[in-house]
């Protein structure tokens, strides 16, 4: 009974993401208001279904559902809807729920095609640091992602400024102020959740395996993804690192993370590839 | 059609370069070339007006009066030969005339349409002519009307506020860059009209801090007191880039005054805090390279208009709203000039006569009984003798020599005084 909420959930979840995904782009090119706000109750609609669905597949499996590719990356998305929808609490930057849905879509169609089969946990992930660690590396992951979003948004723009053209997204895009100020805002707040994630893993590692860190390709890459953020981050408070540099750090640390998430998992493998 | 014929001579900013309306601004004040004018044979009013982008004479003559050559002598005096200034030259008559001058009150002629400070020049002109009475009835009558039409547009149209000038595109570029202009300082390189306008907008959107840089110490001084800036020499010009966050360049200067290489190291000072740069000098104040600077944005005049042509579908609209507004009322003017003719004026006078006979009889005859149709008629011809002779002397003075010169005004007193402008 409980699988079938489950399988419904997950669906509806997909389903209700595509129709936030499509008035936010309808509300993109024909700039109504009221769209917009129909298109935020949507994907924040959206949002708690996919809480819904996390939870309930918490019930089933009994563990913190972020072990296989599809939890991995169904838990990346929910990641990303939130982190949106609290930044928005706080800032309101135009057009930018445009970008974050297409991700999150993105994202979810991944996930459904993954196995969403429950795996029995290996005993070394049977820990109270799963949820600790991997939460608090996801959640970094949501950040960062509205920071690559932002610099996106921010190439674009910064683009048909410096052109002159002033064309479809002159109008559209906010300000490269605003922009900058959201990469600014992600990058630190996904960097120290990130910094947390790497923390609580080494101490982990240290209780499951007596190290605190052994070069796994997993904890390599994330290393690095730490060090592109920390540059970015140092740079901007030493030299004013901002603008264009800024966002194109952004992007490039975006690709870093997608590459620990995935590119490690399936070329590289480790302790922390995914349950097969 | 009145004996009198009005004429518009002028240069403006579409025709003419900088160079040429330069030599033929009245930097002198208004009086002198005022008098000058005054004593061109066959002009009975005259007026007029000198912005930096137009000079214009607006006269009304005796009809057949040849002053246009007298009046472009004037206006050019030795600046130009007469082959030169023909081509920059436009002149219009009668219903054309007052079509541009409405157009030009209405800021729809202006180099940025639907700027507000062309009707205060119109005014301080006009007061200028009256004062020295150089105006009369027609003009006196077409320059007020000039005003009510430049502010019907106004009112009516959007002409003012949406997005028609130079300067709304560079406060729009500012907001897509800074966000906000709040709290950005401005510095203006040169100080010229066209960057008070800018200036004016961008301290009308929250701009604080307004800093002049100009050659002249002096006229820095006088426009940073409108905006209770502070001025400086153009030798600070380096420092100022360090503090300023928008730059408008306006100076008369031959060449480029800021090279990309002088602007580089400046960005490492501000940390790379964005930087607008704002050039409507002709020709260019800025090395266009600045714009290849990260975190530096650069427009030239050319650059703006492109953004204003984004709005253009909605400008075009207000434009065309604004002249149907301008077309209605030169027909408005076109009727009241034609009034002023002796005849009309007579056949008018000769109509109100009978209405008030036959309003007067319509109430008189049905009280008194017992009259024969003899006496009815003769009742109403004593009537129809009265009202005529009490017409007959007004129509003789008005129809008289006496002072021919002043008939239009002749006309318009009279046509005040016995109402038939009313409407019916």
């Known amino acids: 009974m409980l699988s079938e909420v489950n399988y419904l959930l ?267 | 059609m009145p004996s009198e014929m009005i004429l518009l001579l002028g240069v403006n900013h579409k025709k003419t370069p900088l160079a040429v309306r330069e030599k033929l601004a009245l930097s002198s004040g208004y009086d002198e070339p005022l008098e000058l004018l005054g004593k061109i044979e066959g002009i009975k009013e005259y007026y007029l007006l000198s912005t930096c982008n137009r000079v214009e004479v607006l006269v009304s003559v005796e009809e057949g009066a040849d002053v246009q050559l007298a009046l472009s002598r004037f206006l050019f005096g030795d600046a130009l030969s007469p082959e030169e200034f023909q081509q920059y030259l436009y002149c219009y008559r009668d219903s054309e005339a007052v079509h541009h001058l409405f157009m030009v009150a209405a800021s729809l002629d202006s180099m940025i349409v639907g700027e507000s400070q062309i009707l205060g020049q119109l005014k301080e002109a006009y007061r200028h002519s009256a004062d020295k009475k150089c105006t009369g009835p027609i003009l006196n009558r077409l320059l007020h009307k000039s005003f009510s039409v430049a502010k019907r547009v106004r009112s009516e149209t959007e002409i003012g506020s949406s997005a028609v000038s130079i300067s709304y595109a560079a406060i729009e570029l500012a907001k897509k860059i800074f966000g906000t202009i709040e709290n950005k300082r401005v510095l203006l390189i040169g100080a010229g009209e066209m960057a008070e306008l800018a200036a004016e907008h961008l301290v009308g959107n929250g701009a604080t801090d307004v800093v002049v840089c100009n050659r002249t110490l002096e006229n820095a001084l006088d426009l940073a007191k409108r905006f209770n800036g502070s001025a400086v020499g153009l030798d600070e010009l380096f420092d100022q880039l360090g503090r300023v966050d928008i730059i408008v360049s306006s100076t008369g200067a031959p060449g480029v005054i800021l090279h990309k290489k002088d602007v580089k190291p400046i960005m490492r000072d501000r940390r790379n805090k964005p930087l607008f740069f704002i050039d409507i000098a002709v020709p260019r104040d800025l090395d266009p390279a600045l714009n290849d600077l990260d975190n530096v944005y650069l427009y030239d005049i050319d650059d703006l208009n492109n953004v204003v042509e984004l709005n253009k579908a909605e400008r075009d609209k207000e434009a065309i709203k604004a002249s149907r507004i301008v077309d ?97």
């Open chain 1, 10 to 276: 997950f669906n509806a979840v997909l389903l209700v993401s595509f129709v936030a995904c499509a008035v936010y782009l309808v509300f993109f090119f024909s700039q109504r208001e009221h769209l917009r706000k129909v298109a935020r109750i949507i994907f924040l609609s959206s949002g708690i279904l996919q809480t819904l669905y996390i939870l309930s597949r918490y019930l089933i499996a009994g563990y913190t559902p972020i072990t296989s590719q599809h939890e991995a990356v169904t838990f990346f998305a929910w990641s990303v809807t939130w982190a949106y929808l609290s930044f928005h609490w706080r800032y309101s930057v135009k057009n930018f729920g445009t970008f974050v849905s297409i991700l999150t879509l993105i994202m979810l169609v991944i996930a459904a095609f993954a196995s969403r089969a429950f795996e029995p946990l290996t005993p070394a992930l049977q820990s109270l640091w799963l949820p600790v660690h991997a939460g608090v590396s996801v959640m970094a992951y949501g950040f960062l992602a509205l920071a690559f979003c932002g610099g996106l948004m921010y190439l674009l723009q910064e683009r048909e400024l410096k052109s002159k053209r002033f064309g479809f997204f002159y109008s559209r895009l906010p300000s490269l102020e605003s922009l900058d100020q959201l990469n600014s805002h992600c990058v630190t707040t996904g960097f120290v959740f990130l910094t947390l994630g790497i923390i609580s893993g080494s101490a982990w590692a240290r209780q499951a395996w007596g190290t605190y860190w052994h070069w796994d390709p997993k904890e390599t890459w994330s290393l690095i993804t730490w060090f592109l953020y920390a540059a970015q981050i140092h740079q901007r408070l030493t030299y004013g690192w901002r603008g264009k540099r800024a966002a194109v750090m952004a992007v490039i640390g975006f690709c870093a993370v997608l590459f620990t998430l995935w590119g490690v998992t399936f070329l590289l493998g480790g302790v922390h590839s995914y349950a097969k």
């Open chain 2, 328 to 424: 209605e009322e030169s027909l408005k003017f076109k009727e009241w000039l034609a009034g002023l003719g002796i005849t009309p004026t007579i056949a008018d006078l000769r109509k109100k006569g009978n209405q008030v006979v036959q309003l007067e009889l319509e109430r008189t005859l049905p009280r008194l009984n017992n009259l024969t149709d003899k006496e009815r008629k003769s009742i109403e011809k004593m009537a129809h003798s009265i009202a005529s002779r009490l017409l007959h002397d007004p129509m003789i003075y008005l129809k008289g020599e006496s002072c021919k010169d002043q008939s239009a005004m002749k006309v318009d007193i009279f046509r005040s005084v016995f109402d038939l402008d009313k409407k019916p």
